[in-house]
């Protein structure tokens, strides 16, 4: 039985997304809609745990809903990584697709997840890619990708190959989820020793409250301050720094991000910079910089006080942390616990790396295997 070439247009239907206004939006109802942060973009599953309502007095036509064995793409989204991710819907979900969303629905003698398995190898992203950089997209409509060549086996083929791939991808999956399981177990271990060490001694050090051991001020540019080859660099609320041509603070200092979904994080930094106005500075701390940020790292992140929660996102205020009370030894074991610190600190950072290279492995294995299944090595014709 032979392979034939299809264009994708001629195996799928293509079903963009309910549009819908803002103010039908409600905390919750029959009317579930899906986006395209509910599709992850390592692993191509669907993920429902934020979900989006609208009004139930909204009618939805049943073709905007999802339906078994439909592919959900994202066609349009901020970050360019996101335009063309897919998730499998391999559950009945009573649920509707947004306008940034659409549907892949396979027409007779397709295997559904076959085309899936297609639309997450480098063949497809790789053309999303191209797509994106020539055009400058962010917005992807089927005209795009109707042509696109695939190689098409027998229905019989299709499915052999998709319990192989299944059978495969388990196991790899499951041994991405160990590795991730150990990285997790390292950095659990280094905030429990933190925990440790700063409860030691909280009884005799000194202690006063943050703002009386450093400055904390918010910086004062808006995004646009963002500079391609800046000299400096640019703290944004972002967990990417970007760079500029100015510089506010140098030294030692520690950046909050001010809101977004970074608040909570913490950042070390020595060198001159500048930052975002929303973007909170530590400076001039006058116990040793090194120490009050791991201080502060030992029950910052855990400590929801320090987060405000509004409708649209998550935020900081110095008002939550201002009286935050810091508790200091002598400068002499201030240095002592730092150097005990950076020391584990590199070890798990190591750890970190050899586990961000495993699981590198694993994916590039993932693909190297989707290669195999397309181009007709997986499995043979009988």
């Keep these: 039985m032979s392979w034939k070439t299809v264009a994708l247009g001629d195996i799928c239907e293509f079903i963009r997304g309910l549009t819908y206004s803002k103010i039908d939006e409600v905390e919750f109802s029959n009317n ?20 989006r309502y609208i009004n139930s007095s909204v009618k939805i036509n049943e073709d905007k809903k999802v339906k078994l064995n439909d592919i959900l793409i994202c066609t349009a989204s901020g970050s360019k990584s996101h335009l063309g991710k897919v998730a ?6 009573d649920m509707a697709f ?27 992203l790789n053309h999303i890619s191209q797509l994106a950089e020539g055009a400058n997209i962010n917005n992807l409509k089927f005209s795009q990708i109707q042509n696109l060549k695939i190689n098409l086996p027998p229905l019989p083929i299709q499915q052999k190959i998709v319990e192989k791939l ?31 060490v700063f409860k030691r001694g909280v009884e005799v050090w000194k202690k006063d409250i943050l703002t009386n ?46 809101n977004g979904a970074n608040v909570g994080e913490l950042y070390f930094y020595d060198g001159a ?6 973007t909170y500075v530590l400076s001039e701390i006058k116990i040793m910089p090194e120490y ?59 750890s970190a790396k050899l586990y961000t290279h495993k699981v590198s ?3 590039m294995l993932k693909q190297s295997i989707l290669k195999q299944a397309f181009n007709g090595e997986l499995v043979k014709a009988a």
């Design 32 to 51: 579930a809609v899906l986006r395209a942060t509910n599709i992850d973009l390592e692993s191509n599953k669907l993920n429902l745990e934020e979900i």
């Design 273 to 278: 910079f500048d930052a975002y106005q929303r």
């Design 213 to 258: 051991i450093c400055n904390v001020t918010t910086g004062k540019w808006d995004a646009n301050h963002a500079v391609e080859n800046g000299a400096y660099r640019f703290y944004t609320c972002a967990s990417q720094f970007l760079y500029c041509d100015t510089k506010r603070y140098d030294g030692k200092n520690i950046v909050l991000p001010g």
């Design 166 to 196: 299944d059978t495969i991808f388990a196991e790899i999956d499951k041994a991405t989820a160990a590795v991730e399981a150990n990285a997790n177990n390292v950095e659990a271990l280094f905030q429990s020793y933190l925990k440790q």
């Design 98 to 124: 947004g306008g940034f969303m659409a549907v892949l629905r396979v027409k007779e003698n397709i295997e559904a997840k076959f085309l899936f398995n297609y639309l997450t190898s480098d063949i497809f």
């Design 292 to 350: 009050l940020f791991y201080h502060l790292k030992s029950n910052w992140e855990e400590t929801n006080r320090f987060k405000q929660y509004g409708s649209a996102t998550n935020f900081l205020k110095i008002g939550n942390f201002k009286n935050y009370i810091v508790s200091y030894p002598a400068i002499d074991e201030q240095k002592n616990i730092v150097a005990k610190l950076d020391s584990i600190s590199e070890e798990l950072r190591k």
């Design 88 to 93: 499998f819907i391999n559950e009945q979900l």
């Design 361 to 363: 492995e694993l994916v």
